[in-house]
Structure formats: structure tokens, C-alpha cells
């Protein structure tokens, strides 16, 4: 394996997709590798996405398996390191985000690092530190009824605050509207008056193109997929790094086609409704029938054995706010959402007995446990079908198509325009 330039650590699997996205658009060839790997990886890549499933777990293992991550990628030759978390900051008071940005931080011996999830093409934006989804504050949007990671606070500079001893501020728009060398005073003015940490603003993809610039001499980035945009740049006008215009070249893959859904996000609810109304074939998976001990994993590969042939079919676990927390009050918050992983990534097996080599899949958590159900080890990144929504090429056992995409991603129409453009 050539000595990649970027190395990063993702706290879940849709979310490396997501920022192996943004690097291939900028050029860099790169692999996603499912957990720490525990050898060298025999591939010419420019970037290298270790995706974890960190985002939920308790802090003490979150920090564990980053720290494995960045060993690895240290020893593999990286210039650069990125810690990766949702556009949303999903994350709770306790963790994982500022927690495992300290530890990076002190394994590097780097005194500083920014922080920005916004991604202004998927409608997340950051100004005066405020998080916005759409034209809406982060805690009025959906995101406050996440059940796993709630985000009740807006206030990015005050969310991360509670979870680092570090100090944090504020890059504000002003600066950052002035240019790279600006951002870098502001970085400068922070760290000398004792901050650890800088939230910075951003409202559109120049802003990220321009604090990726400002970044080049940081060692470590955090933030969303979209501060990546500028990073590639740096490379290139460092010489590291030629011009590219195959780094997102997938080998096609042949077979029968699935989605498959986990998700509970208002825009994945979407996407299966458009799904349902279009007449197309799906088949819901309800997680208290799970509980009960009904067998809905034979009961829906049964069902979709003679629908394959003719075209590809849902099965989903998506459902609205109030049934998902009827089933969290009768079976708990975490045994929910392991139950229905565990059906769809066992479908997911069956399916690919059946024939099935493309899958798109919904939900960070859903994905992760389809990737490793079908003991996918790596993923080549190719083409964004939306912005933070690539299709991959997955080797392991067999090779499959996949599209991994987090809950909040995409149109409507998604599942039906993912399919159109795979590999």
C-alpha cells in the first residue's frame, strides 16, 4: 500500500462514507476500512477512512477504539488526521465528540484543533456558533427526538464545552468571510489566550473550501464530511497529490438489487413512503413481533424470493416518532435498536444468498450492521449520488454494491435514484 496523505476516523460507517465522499470529489483515491485493520492494506490510495461505531458507544470504548485507529493510520505513513462526526453533532452531554477529540489530540502532542460539522448542501450551516438545520435551530428540528443521540442545544460552543476540560471558541463568519490567513489569526488569537478548541462558522461550501485552506498546517481537523471539501487543495498545491479524474472509477457489479431500512430520520420516513406510494414492493419489519419471538427474518426473505427477479425490493424498520417510542418504552432504547440491526443485517445474508450483490441502506447504525454481515472488510469509494451518499464497491467475501446512507440524506426519491445510478 502506497503512504496515504489523509487518515481518518469515522464514529460510524455512513458518516466515513460520507467524508470518503468529499475526498474523492476533491480527487483523492480512497479506501474505507470497516474497524481498525489488523494489517497493512495492499491499496494505491491517497486517503484512508477508518470507520468505527463509536458515535453510541460508552465513552471509555469510543476513546479506545479511536486511539487503535489513529495507531494504525500513524504507522501507515499519514501527514494528516480527521476525526469525523455527524453534521448534527450527534452526541450527548457526556460524549463521545469532545472526549475523543482529547484523546486524539494528546496521542498527536497538538495543542489545538477546530471543530465544524456544517455541510451547507445538506442544509446544516453554522453562524454565531448556532447549528441550523434548514432555516431551523438544530434543538427545534427533528434531531432533538433523536433516540439515541437528542440534540437539545443549538449552541455548538456551549454542547462541545460541556464535554472537554479544553477551552472552546469561536471563529465567527466575519472572519472567516476574509479569507484563509484570517481564520488563521483567529486559530492564533484562540490559542494564545488558552483555547483548545474552535467552533467556526459556515454558511456555504466557499466557507469550507476556505477553512480547509486555513487548515493545512493543522494536525488534526474535526468536523463533518464537508470541511473536507478544502483539504484535497492542500495536497495538490503541496505537490503531494496529482491531478485525478479516476478517482471515483467503481468496477460494475452484477446481480439483483435491495434496500434496506433502518432509519427513523423524518427524511428516511420520506423515502419509504415514496417508496410504498410508487406501488414498488416492500415489507415492514415491526421490532415487537421481533420481541415476541416471530421469525420476520424467514417470513421476509420468503417474501421477497420470487419479487427479486423482477425488480428490486424494501424492507424496512422505519417508523414515525411515536411508534419508535412505544417500542423504546417496552424494550428499552438500545435492545430497539440492536433488535432491528440483528433482523436486517441477517436478511441482508439471506438476500445475499438469493442473488442480491447491490444494496442501498438507511441508517448509520443499520449499515454498520449490514457491512459487517456480509463481512464486507473495505469499501472503494466512487460517485456521490447525493451530497455525503457515494456508491461503493465492498470486498470481503463477495463483492457487492453498496450505498450507505445516514438517516437525515437525500430526497425524497432516493431509493429509486440510487438504484438508477449503481455501479
Request: proline share 5%.
Amino acid at each position: 500500500m502506497s503512504q496515504p496523505l489523509l487518515g481518518c476516523i469515522a464514529d460510524d460507517f455512513t458518516g466515513g462514507t460520507d467524508l470518503a465522499s468529499m475526498l474523492v470529489r476533491g480527487g483523492m483515491r480512497t479506501l474505507q476500512v470497516i474497524g481498525v485493520p489488523t494489517g497493512p492494506i495492499e491499496a494505491d490510495v491517497d486517503a484512508v477512512v477508518i470507520a468505527l461505531k463509536s458515535r453510541t458507544l460508552p465513552v471509555d470504548e469510543a476513546v479506545q477504539e479511536s486511539l487503535a485507529a489513529l495507531a494504525w493510520l500513524k504507522a501507515a505513513g499519514c501527514r494528516q488526521y480527521f476525526f469525523k462526526y455527524c453534521s448534527t453533532f450527534d452526541s450527548t452531554a457526556q460524549g463521545n465528540i469532545g472526549p475523543v477529540a482529547d484523546a486524539l489530540l494528546d496521542a498527536l502532542e497538538a495543542p489545538f484543533a477546530l471543530a465544524c460539522p456544517a455541510f451547507p448542501e445538506n442544509q446544516r450551516t453554522l453562524f454565531n456558533g448556532h447549528l441550523f438545520v434548514g432555516d431551523t435551530l438544530l434543538s427545534e428540528s427533528g434531531m432533538r427526538h433523536h433516540p439515541l443521540t437528542p440534540m437539545t442545544d443549538a449552541n455548538l460552543v456551549r454542547v462541545l464545552q460541556q464535554q472537554t476540560s479544553r477551552k472552546v471558541g469561536l471563529v465567527r463568519h466575519a472572519a472567516v468571510s476574509q479569507g484563509a490567513n484570517a481564520i488563521r489569526t483567529a486559530f492564533a488569537e484562540l490559542q494564545a489566550q488558552g483555547h483548545g478548541y474552535a467552533i467556526i462558522d459556515a454558511i456555504s461550501n466557499a466557507d469550507l473550501i476556505t477553512i480547509g485552506e486555513a487548515a493545512s498546517d493543522q494536525v488534526l481537523i474535526t468536523g463533518g464530511s464537508g470541511v473536507a471539501l478544502g483539504l484535497p487543495d492542500n495536497f495538490k498545491r503541496s505537490g503531494l497529490l496529482p491531478e485525478a479524474s479516476s478517482a471515483s472509477t467503481l468496477p460494475s457489479v452484477e446481480g439483483l438489487a435491495a434496500v434496506l431500512s433502518g432509519s427513523c430520520s423524518i427524511a428516511t420516513n420520506g423515502q419509504v413512503a415514496a417508496w410504498r406510494e410508487s406501488g414498488r414492493a416492500s415489507f415492514a419489519i415491526d421490532p415487537l413481533e421481533l420481541a415476541d419471538g416471530h421469525d420476520l427474518v424467514t417470513r421476509a426473505l420468503d417474501w421477497a424470493q420470487p419479487l427479486l427477479p423482477r425488480g428490486p425490493v424494501l424492507v424496512y424498520a422505519s417508523a414515525q416518532p411515536e411508534a419508535v417510542k412505544a417500542v423504546q418504552a417496552r424494550l428499552g432504547v438500545q435492545a430497539a435498536g440492536e433488535i432491528v440491526e440483528r433482523a436486517l443485517s441477517q436478511i441482508a445474508v439471506g438476500l445475499l444468498e438469493l442473488g442480491v450483490r447491490t444494496f442501498v441502506v438507511a441508517g448509520g447504525e443499520t449499515s454498520g450492521a449490514v457491512v459487517k454481515a456480509l463481512d464486507v472488510e473495505a469499501l472503494r469509494i466512487g460517485a456521490s449520488i447525493t451530497p455525503g451518499v457515494p456508491w461503493t464497491v465492498g470486498h470481503g467475501r463477495v463483492t457487492v454494491a453498496l450505498a450507505l446512507k445516514s438517516g437525515n440524506f437525500g430526497g425524497r426519491d432516493f431509493f429509486t435514484e440510487a438504484l438508477e445510478l449503481a455501479p
